[in-house]
């Protein structure tokens, strides 16, 4: 977990640098502060979506459930952790839910590529095996083999960086109000993530023929969608 680690603090400092870039020096620090609290919620809600659903396990080994550099995380779980973090931060610090989104809206997103090539690295959500086709990478799985795969993790590193740009270019030139920006780039996260679910073939439990994390990222698309609705339907403040 050691380089998972790393790409995922690397992406947390450049989303950072991105999120700050001129900003004045109070303004930066609050930015930063909301930033890492989101981070954190991240970091919780990925665990304890993992530990739920492998609670068999965790309840006779409860001293495991907090060692998170032993592995064991949910991006669902962090997607919604850091949902809910949102929300309860600006409640506590009476912020504007919809500018707070726009400006950890950069870590968000710089961290969630960079969670993917950290995949990648430690043998993550790997894609299904290539089978002589051209178009398979060596990746390895959990148990250190190399094959060539379908390289999931890389297409989700491209479509994440790639969706990134094309919002943040679109919001400048659109000038969108404040949220905007966010809502949509939540959004492609989620298909991102729930598209290529349908492309792993790292063994996960099922429920009706599909893969928990699939569910997982059915439901977070369903928010991203009610979060669309209501920027839509509320007028800026």
Request: hydrophobic residues 55%; proline residues 3%.
């Amino acid at each position: 977990m050691f380089t998972f680690s790393l790409f995922i603090s690397i992406g947390a400092v450049l989303g950072l640098s991105w999120a700050i870039l001129d900003l004045k020096e109070k303004h930066a620090f609050l930015v930063i502060d909301s930033s890492l609290g989101v981070l954190l919620g991240g970091l919780v809600g990925s665990r304890a979506i993992f530990v739920a659903v492998h609670w068999s396990y965790y309840q006779e080994h409860l001293l495991e459930i907090p060692q998170v550099w032993a592995g064991g995380l949910s991006s669902t779980g962090a997607l919604a952790g850091a949902f809910m973090a949102w929300l309860i931060l600006a409640g506590l610090n009476r912020q504007n839910p919809a500018a707070l989104a726009d400006q950890f809206f950069p870590v968000l997103m710089l961290v969630a590529v960079a969670a993917w090539l950290g995949c990648w690295l430690e043998g993550i959500a790997y894609g299904p095996l290539a089978g002589g086709a051209g178009w398979g990478l060596p990746a390895r799985d959990e148990w250190g083999i190399f094959a060539a795969r379908f390289p999931t993790q890389l297409f989700g590193a491209v479509l994440t960086l790639g969706w990134f740009w094309l919002i943040e270019t679109w919001g400048k030139r659109r000038k969108l109000l404040q949220g905007w920006v966010a809502a949509w780039g939540f959004w492609g996260l989620t298909v991102i993530l729930t598209g290529l679910s349908f492309l792993r073939s790292d063994p996960v439990l099922y429920w009706q023929e599909l893969r928990l994390d699939t569910w997982g990222g059915f439901s977070l698309l369903l928010v991203s969608l009610i979060c669309i609705f209501l920027r839509w339907r509320l007028k800026e403040r």
